[in-house]
């Protein structure tokens, strides 16, 4: 029932060789690579402020889930397992969909959704 948890059960495997830097992490760089998107984001919540300021604040949405993306990714390639392959993946789609979200123009919404306070048919 939990074998979805276990490390290795994820059908992919990287070219990177397996559990050669430590023997609790499996793919060592791929696990190391991902801190980058805990450095990134905030530098870009700074750089992109005056942005946020005068288009809105759901760029930092992205920021924020692009952590997610490299939390998610670093289980993933620490464990190998089914669960942090399925997480990196979905992580990936949330910033795919938010992104779609926040630069979608207004004008090609379908008219029953335009001007609604919270953009829905009801």
Known sequence: MWSHLHPGSSPIDWCEENYTFSPHIAEFINTMSNFLFFIMPPFLMHLHKDYARHCGQGIHFIWMLLMVVGACSAYFHA???????????????????????????????????KNQPNGRRK
């Open 79 to 113: 464990t190998l397992s089914l669960l942090g392959q399925l997480l990196d993946e979905l992580a990936i789609l949330w910033v795919v969909m938010a992104c779609y979200w926040l630069w979608y123009p207004e004008s090609a919404l379908p008219t029953r959704w």
